[in-house]
C-alpha cells in the first residue's frame, strides 16, 4: 500500500495508506461529511477502547506487549484529559451563556 499525505486548514499532515484513504475519502463524500472530522472521530473513537490500540500496536509493529500496553494506556488516558478539558469548556460557554441572557 503507498502514503498520501492529508493536509486541511486547521488540521495537521498525516500519512496515510492510501487505500484506506480513499475508502474514508469516498465514504465521507457519499454521506456529506467532512473527511477530516470523521477520520478525528473513528480515532477518538478507537482511542477510548485501549484494547483495539493495543491490538493494533502489537499487530503492526515489533514491539512486546509491555509496550503495546503502554501505547494504548498513553493514547487512552490522554483521550480522556481531551474530553474532560472540552466538557469543562463547554460548561464554561454554557455558563456564560445563562448569564448573558439574564
Not at 487505500?19 to 482511542?47: C, M, N, P, Q, W
Request: aromatic letters at 6%; glycine letters at 4%; one cysteine or more.
Amino acid at each position: 500500500m503507498g502514503l498520501v499525505s492529508v493536509v486541511e486548514i486547521y488540521t495537521t499532515k498525516a500519512r496515510l495508506w492510501i487505500d484506506i484513504y480513499e475508502i474514508f475519502r469516498d465514504t465521507a463524500a457519499k454521506h456529506g461529511l467532512v473527511l477530516s472530522d470523521l477520520l478525528s472521530l473513528v480515532l477518538l473513537e478507537a482511542g477510548l477502547n485501549p484494547t483495539i490500540v493495543f491490538a493494533a500496536v502489537l499487530r503492526g509493529f515489533d514491539v512486546n506487549y509491555d509496550v503495546a500496553c503502554q501505547v494504548a494506556s498513553e493514547v487512552h488516558d490522554r483521550i480522556i484529559d481531551l474530553l474532560e478539558v472540552l466538557c469543562k469548556a463547554k460548561e464554561s460557554s454554557e455558563e456564560a451563556v445563562r448569564v448573558e441572557k439574564a
